[in-house]
């Protein structure tokens, strides 16, 4: 069953505006993973960010998370065209076991 | 580091034959490989995990003699779509978990297999 449930499920932006994604949750975590994947390919890991941390940085990735409200956000600044691809969230509840995906949200950035 | 191949990445078979798909970890040992399947526009829904030299998990509603999967060494996993129909037309994508590689809970995904049944 779908754990994750990324808001917007689309947005276009301009180049050099900020993207935000947000993923909400129903169950208890003990991480929530981002992934990044380009039209017809695989999943590229983007960050993953533990229950005892509220927020995460890597380079022009900003992800926070609020366990009271069950929910995360991916902030992406100064977006690039190749930017352009769906963004999905995945939870895992103990930390090795399998990981749940949201619906995605597709990232259009436009030059 | 931690990289996943997938062969084949295209397949067209025709209704009722046999199509494998080869999950190889490239670079590091995969304790645990998964198995997910995407249909256009939605999100990954996990078929089966799997543990080297140990019969796969299935997820349930996932048939497990019509999906067949075979992980017999720590850097290889196949998955088998027997008898294959249309209806199972999808993009097939294997992720691995290994040990000592990078953050543990990360899985590390493959570039995907689209199978067209004709």
């Not at chain 1, 039209?39 to 005892?52: A, C, D, E, M, Q």
């Not at chain 1, 103990?94 to 949200?105: A, E, N």
């Not at chain 2, 990445?9 to 209704?15: L, N, Q, R, Y």
């Not at chain 2, 526009?41 to 996932?62: D, F, H, W």
């Amino acid at each position: 069953s779908q754990q994750g449930e990324e808001d917007p499920q689309a947005l276009s932006i301009q180049e050099g505006e900020n993207a935000t994604m947000n993923c909400s949750y129903k169950t208890s975590i003990n991480n929530l993973q981002w992934y990044r994947q380009n039209s017809g390919r695989g999943l590229v890991h983007l960050i993953l960010i533990r229950s005892n941390e509220r927020e995460k940085h890597s380079g022009r990735l900003r992800v926070t998370l609020d366990t009271s409200k069950k929910s995360s956000s991916l902030l992406i600044t100064a977006s690039r065209a190749a930017d352009t691809a769906s963004y999905f969230c995945a939870t895992d509840p103990s930390g090795y076991s399998t990981l749940t995906f949201g619906k995605g949200t597709m990232l259009l950035v436009s030059p | 580091g931690a990289v996943v191949s997938q062969h084949p990445s295209w397949v067209i078979c025709k209704s009722g034959t046999s199509v494998k798909i080869e999950c190889r970890s490239l670079d590091f040992q995969a304790t645990t490989m998964f198995w997910y399947r995407q249909f256009p526009k939605q999100s990954l829904m996990l078929m089966a995990t799997s543990n080297e030299g140990s019969k796969a998990t299935y997820e349930q509603g996932v048939e497990k003699d019509k999906f067949l999967i075979n992980h017999a060494s720590l850097t290889l996993s196949t998955l088998t779509v027997t008898s294959a129909h249309p209806e199972d037309s999808s993009f097939y994508i294997c992720s691995a978990r290994g040990q000592g590689v990078g953050i543990q809970e990360t899985q590390y995904f493959g570039p995907g297999t689209r199978l067209l049944v004709l």
